[in-house]
């Protein structure tokens, strides 16, 4: 999480927690009540409460189910430098990530460009720095929908700090969820295009994402949704598994995005408690693409429990709760799976005649 673009800002109003019952309205008018309190009340807490809308899909469970502690712990380590990994087919570890670090930012843009290839996606690097060669890395994952929606998931790759620098929470932690999305999200087919992406610069003053989005906005992109992911992986042992998806106050899309992150948790039974927050907090790389227009959400740990190990040396694996990552990084693939609509695959039987 970046430093540089902080503002002061409070989760409730006047110690008022806002709980809604989604079972005696309609969403329409679920989502102008809130838009219209939201744009009152700035700063209020939202709760999320209520039966789900959404069905359970036993495909995404299965889907859910791939994602577990060994596996969140093993892509955690890997990119924050606890172990080594291959890039290029040669051992490195991958700590030191600064953006202007050269062969460390270097090598772990590439690491996630492999990765991205050998599950079978497009990858490409954005970069955003022609002078200093400094580059963001994305992976495409394309839709069946002639209507060509396109949701994002997304993080950043560089540290701040060091060296000895790990940043495993500061942003290992988001960066692992979405390497873990693509891995297990590659392997199905969906309606809309998922675009996976490991941005730079975010330390910097979120320079990587901001770039993008403003390519992004130039270009039209069909973006109907962003879910960034920072800080995901701390929670103070013991404590409640709250999660925090932050929002702007006066945007009925952004609500939509993190209601449905929560009817996920809910549906699937994942342990965690989402807290919807309309604090337009804007310290990580969402806050690009709500200044050009597109919808987003920021998943972060609690912040009200926030890491003490944030930008420190000691922010290294042994400090996470791992049990509580695997259950968001379960979330954040129940709810990419969601937005973008799974896909029935029908084989194809091509007749063959004999003479």
């Known amino acids: 999480m970046s430093p540089f673009q902080g503002i002061e800002y409070t989760y409730q109003m006047d110690g008022l927690t806002f709980r809604y019952k989604r079972q005696i309205w309609s969403r329409r008018l679920y989502l102008l009540t809130l838009a219209i309190i939201l744009a009152l009340a700035p700063g209020i807490k939202i709760v999320a409460a209520g039966p789900p809308v959404i069905e359970k899909d036993s495909r995404i469970q299965a889907l859910i189910d791939q994602i577990t502690e060994e596996r969140v712990r093993q892509a955690i380590e890997s990119i924050s430098g606890e172990t080594e990994v291959l890039v290029g087919g040669e051992p490195y570890t991958l700590m030191n990530r600064n953006t202007s670090s050269g062969e460390p930012i270097v090598k772990a843009t590439q ?31 394309a ?49 809309a295009s998922l675009r996976y992406i490991a941005f730079t610069g975010e330390e910097l003053g979120l320079l990587g994402s901001g770039a993008y989005a403003a390519l992004m906005d130039t270009q039209g992109a069909p973006i109907r949704g962003v879910v960034n992911l920072d800080m995901i992986a701390y929670n103070t042992p013991a404590s409640p598994r709250d999660i925090d998806l932050h929002i ?17 948790v809910a549906t699937y039974k994942i342990d965690l408690i989402p807290e919807i927050l309309p604090d337009n907090e804007n310290r990580s790389d969402h806050y690009p693409f709500w200044q050009h227009g597109f919808s987003g959400v920021f998943g972060s740990e609690d912040m009200s429990d926030f890491s003490p190990y944030y930008h420190k040396a000691t922010d290294r694996v042994s400090t996470l709760d791992i049990g509580y990552a695997t259950s968001y990084f379960q979330a954040v693939v129940g709810t990419l799976a969601h937005l973008a609509g799974l896909v029935e695959t029908i084989p194809l039987y091509i007749p063959i005649l004999y003479r």
């Open 143 to 191: 839709g069946f929908s002639s209507e060509g929606s396109l949701y994002l998931v997304t993080s950043h790759i560089d540290l701040f700090g060091g060296p000895p620098a790990y940043g495993a929470d500061d942003n290992a932690s988001g960066t692992a969820a979405v390497l873990i999305a693509s891995q297990v999200l590659s392997q199905s087919d969906f309606s």
């Open 111 to 141: 690491y996630m460009y492999e990765q991205f290839s050998a599950s079978g996606l497009q990858p490409a690097y954005h970069v955003w720095n022609t002078i200093e060669g400094y580059r963001s890395v994305l992976a495409d994952q």
């Open 248 to 264: 702007r106050q006066d945007q009925p899309s952004d609500l939509e995005l993190a209601d449905l992150f929560s009817e996920v």
